[in-house]
């Protein structure tokens, strides 16, 4: 079992940027199928990104298209780089990680390790 955990998160103004990164227990390179998904309360959690076990095909939603990049180094690191922030980015944002060669498009069901999740306000 894979464990993860978030850190960037934070409180920024629309318009600006953070970086958010994820550390896996145990390397996830080659192994695993790697996505950052966001929640807000009361809400089901949706995919924001996913990349593929060796980095090469990358998943976003619609709505952070040319603004969010995921990517993945070698070993244990998965990051998402969010930049031109909007209010309706605010939400609960986790790290997940699932074995194999999961379809990008996979929802959360498909995902059996998550992290605690790290917060994400951006203020208008």
């Known amino acids: 079992q894979v464990q993860l955990m978030e850190s960037g998160g934070g409180s920024v103004q629309a318009g600006g940027s953070l970086k958010l990164s994820c550390s896996a227990s145990t390397p996830t390179y080659g192994t695993h199928t790697m996505g950052w998904f966001r929640q807000l309360p009361g809400k089901e959690r949706e995919a924001v990104a996913t990349i593929s076990t060796y980095g090469s095909r990358q998943f976003y939603a619609d709505s952070v298209k040319g603004r969010f990049t995921i990517s993945r180094d070698t070993a244990k690191t998965l990051t998402l780089q969010m930049n031109s922030l909007k209010p309706e980015d605010t939400a609960l944002y986790y790290c997940?990680?699932?074995?194999?060669?999961?379809?990008?498009?996979?929802?959360?069901?498909?995902?059996?390790?998550w992290g605690q999740g790290t917060q994400v306000t951006v203020s208008s």
């Open positions: 997940a990680a699932a074995p194999g060669g999961v379809p990008l498009e996979a929802g959360a069901g498909s995902y059996p390790n």
